[in-house]
């Protein structure tokens, strides 16, 4: 990998933006080149948001990707935008508690992520896009599960009472990842 | 042997020594002597920064001894904000004609007026443009001739002139706000004494405030000097009452 | 960090302890940034009425001698060109920075750059120029802020950083010097600061002697004369001899080209990027230097506008070379694939329906 894109898309609130930096300040943590680019203006109010995250290993040239390696969807809007765009080869993270389809592409992997449900056993659903994240970071390796923890000690731990629960949130979507067995990391 | 004071008249140490460009009979001179009076009198001339309108008091910069900025055409609020947020220490003028303050720069002075901005505005009031050349105001007198409303100005059409002291005096924003004349001596004596108030309250960290002078221009009035004088207390006073309209101390006070 | 909070406290950090503004997408978090920051520098922090009088209250900032800036987006910069005609006429510095959005009129929130007539060409009324940085990365926002600074004061003119909206927007990594550190400037003996022992400092533009009025502008073109000499800035990638394309972009422009001159590589087309760092003053001369190499067959502006940098290119190439346009505007962002084909097309590699459009 020299260059990575992942695309995290899903309504205003849901934490897409949130997921997104934390991912690209990961990549920063790894000393990699990071950019991350979100949507913006009117649409981020309620509508659908989304960034771009890319870490790479040389100096990123088009911060803009239309075709990422990765879509995280967090809805279904996103999940019928974004799915199409996916390089061939690439890698699909579903939340699974609210999009109740599964792409019929066959030339990418699809990981089903019940990131709501999840995210309550954890203790809050706010805490839905950083399961999202942890799956990602377990089915794409992209940056490593003990930077990707690192950094939301780091960057959440001014919220002391949420820690726990983002952390343990990361965790159940990194196991969910690892164990659906569609990933190259060794558990 | 006790000394006395020094009753000589002079020009203020706050005007420079040179001829203005103003027409004969203007009052201008006067309000700008007042000005400089209330600087010399407060000890600030030395550190007070004037800024200047675009009007025919664009060239007020050449005869006050002063620093000075010279602003777009409305905006000398808006610089005297900038410059006296950096510089609260000094003492911050603007001096502004009808036009530039009720029309183009309506925005900057009731914004700057409720903000509560720390410094002086000298509104000088004769109900005409006169550096364009005698064009219709905000200010001009329903019926009034102008070159712009030959007919006299049709408030079915242009409106009811604007009382920016009244006005301004509606914000909640506690500020100084007194309409004054400079037609005759007492009323000179009336003014100079709000000015100087003015200043007081800015050098006291108080409030925004701001002198309304009525003011005459005999040259685009159409009217003799001493005309000109009784046609501002015949017709302006009438419709622009003078009076203190807002004061920190107390609000609502009247007179 | 995200690029407009880092343009702030790039600001901060050159040493501008003073902020008005005005709310308008894609830089309000530049304002919202400031906001916070401000009082804990013990700085002032002011929202005002408008662009208009924002730029204003910047005039009577410049005029204490200390430094200031705004921000705004197009239509912003458009109300604020009042203002900074007077403080170019007047000799004031300051630093306005524009997150360019697609226009005119009110146009749309996405990243353009089609406000490049407007920044380098004057935007207000007469006989100024601005010296314009433009920037591709947050790192660089945030280089270019600070040197922004040192050019204002150095010539005693408003300079101006233009970024597309997603300079404003992307976050990348950012290392911001402990102390900016420059070169001496002169003492600012202009300021008004009080006629204290001293004549009155008069700031003006107003000059009803055309004599002085045209001394007065005389003096501001050898300050854009100089700027010519000594401010030029630009930036190669792939440069080389066997290249037969060059391509002209700047911003964050320039790095799509890049990405799309690392495809035509592995294509076996040679192609090199010259991105102008300084809008003004231009980088003329290493155009046409690099134009006028023996391979170049064509030369290739590429913006996210209709063809505006392209007459200045076209200017520095002299008819040396055909040069060509390609450009997205309205918020759309050329991809790398678009620039490829775009290339091939001006080298006469790529037969499509659409030809290269070819102003000369």
């Known amino acids: 990998m020299s260059q990575y894109a992942a695309t995290f898309a899903g309504f205003g609130g849901q934490g897409v933006l949130t997921a997104g930096q934390l991912l690209a300040y990961s990549g920063m943590k790894e000393g990699k080149q990071v950019a991350w680019i979100p949507s913006y203006g009117p649409e981020m109010r309620g509508g659908t948001a989304y960034c771009t995250v890319v870490v790479s290993e040389v100096r990123i040239g088009s911060p803009i990707i239309r075709n990422p390696q990765c879509a995280c969807v967090f809805n279904r809007p996103s999940f019928d935008k974004f799915v199409p765009w996916i390089r061939p080869g690439g890698l699909l993270v579903v939340n699974s508690s609210l999009i109740d389809v599964t792409t019929d592409r066959t030339d990418i992997s699809e990981i089903l992520v019940p990131a709501n449900d999840i995210a309550m056993q954890a203790g809050s659903v706010k805490a839905l896009n950083i399961v999202m994240l942890g799956a990602f970071v377990g089915a794409s390796n992209v940056v490593s599960f003990k930077t990707a923890k690192a950094i939301v000690q780091e960057k959440m731990g001014a919220k002391r009472e949420w820690l726990p629960i983002n952390l343990k949130a990361l965790e159940e979507g990194f196991k969910l990842a690892v164990d659906s067995g569609k990933t190259k990391v060794k558990a | ?255 | ?360």
């Not at chain 2, 610089?79 to 183009?104: C, E, H, N, W």
């Not at chain 3, 008004?192 to 002697?209: E, M, N, Q, V």
Request: glycine share 8%.
């Open chain 2, 1 to 255: 042997m006790s000394e006395t004071p020094d009753t000589t008249f002079k020009r203020p140490e706050s005007l420079r020594d040179t001829v203005t460009h103003y027409c004969p009979g203007c009052t201008h001179g006067v309000i700008h002597r007042l000005v400089a009076e209330a600087l010399d009198d407060l000890g600030v001339r030395e550190n007070t920064v004037g800024v200047a309108p675009v009007g025919c008091s664009v060239l007020c910069y050449n005869y006050f001894k002063t620093d000075f900025l010279e602003s777009p055409h409305g905006r000398a609020p808006a610089l005297a904000t900038g410059f006296k947020r950096l510089r609260p220490d000094m003492i911050v003028f603007t001096y502004q004609g009808d036009g530039d303050l009720a029309s183009i720069g309506m925005a900057e002075i009731v914004h700057a007026a409720n903000r509560g901005e720390k410094f002086t505005t000298i509104f000088v009031n004769n109900a005409i443009y006169g550096m364009t050349g005698g064009q219709m105001a905000p200010t001009t007198l329903p019926g009034q001739i102008t070159t712009t409303c030959p007919a006299g100005r049709d408030v079915t059409q242009c409106g009811y002139p604007i009382r920016v002291s009244e006005l301004l005096s509606t914000l909640a924003t506690p500020a100084f706000i007194q309409r004054v004349s400079v037609h005759s001596p007492q009323h000179i004596i009336l003014a100079k004494r709000a000015i100087r108030r003015a200043f007081e309250y800015q050098l006291a960290g108080r409030c925004f405030s701001l002198v309304e002078v009525l003011s005459t221009c005999p040259t685009n009035w159409g009217v003799t000097p001493s005309d000109a004088l009784k046609w501002l207390e015949q017709n302006l006073m009438r419709y622009f009452p003078l009076g203190v309209f807002k004061t920190p101390d107390k609000p609502k006070e009247q007179r």
């Open chain 3, 1 to 360: 960090m995200k690029g407009n909070e880092a343009i702030a406290e790039a600001a901060l950090r050159a040493g501008a302890n003073n902020y008005f503004c005005y709310p308008i997408t894609p830089q309000t978090e530049v304002a919202e940034y400031l906001a916070r920051r401000m009082p804990e520098v013990g700085g002032v922090f002011l929202q005002g009425e408008s662009e208009l009088a924002v730029a204003n209250m910047l005039f009577g900032a410049a005029s204490t001698g200390k430094r200031c800036f705004t921000t705004s987006s197009s239509p912003g910069i458009s109300l604020m060109q009042e203002a900074i005609s007077y403080m170019a006429g007047a000799q004031l510095p300051c630093v306005i920075v524009n997150i360019m959005r697609g226009g005119p009129g009110l146009g749309g929130i996405l990243p353009a750059q089609s406000d490049y007539y407007q920044a380098v060409k004057g935007g207000g009324h007469g006989d100024y120029r601005l010296p314009v940085l433009a920037p591709s990365s947050i790192q660089e926002a945030v280089d270019l802020t600070m040197l922004a600074f040192h050019i204002a004061d150095k010539y005693r003119n408003p300079a101006m950083v233009v970024g597309d909206g997603m300079i404003g927007q992307m976050m990348e990594a950012v290392e911001f010097p402990e102390k900016y550190i420059e070169p001496p400037l002169p003492p600012k003996d202009w300021a008004a600061t009080g006629a204290k022992g001293r004549d009155p400092h008069i700031i003006k533009s107003l000059f009803l002697d055309p004599v002085a009025l045209e001394k007065n502008s005389q003096v501001l073109h050898e300050k854009y004369e100089q700027m010519k000499r000594d401010e030029v800035r630009f930036e190669n990638y792939s440069v080389s001899p066997e290249n037969e394309a060059l391509i002209v972009a700047y911003g964050t422009m320039a790095r799509i080209c890049q990405t799309a001159i690392d495809e035509l590589g592995s294509e076996g087309i040679s192609a090199g990027l010259l991105r102008p760092i300084t809008l003004f003053p231009f980088p003329e001369k290493q155009i046409y230097d690099e134009a006028s190499k023996k391979n170049i067959k064509a030369v290739l502006v590429v913006e996210m506008s209709m063809a505006q940098m392209f007459e200045d290119v076209e200017r520095a190439v002299v008819g040396k070379k055909p040069v060509h346009f390609f450009g997205r505007t309205g918020g759309i962002v050329p991809t790398p694939e678009e620039v490829m084909s775009a290339v091939r097309r001006s080298l006469g590699a790529e037969s499509g329906a659409k030809r290269p459009r070819k102003k000369s």
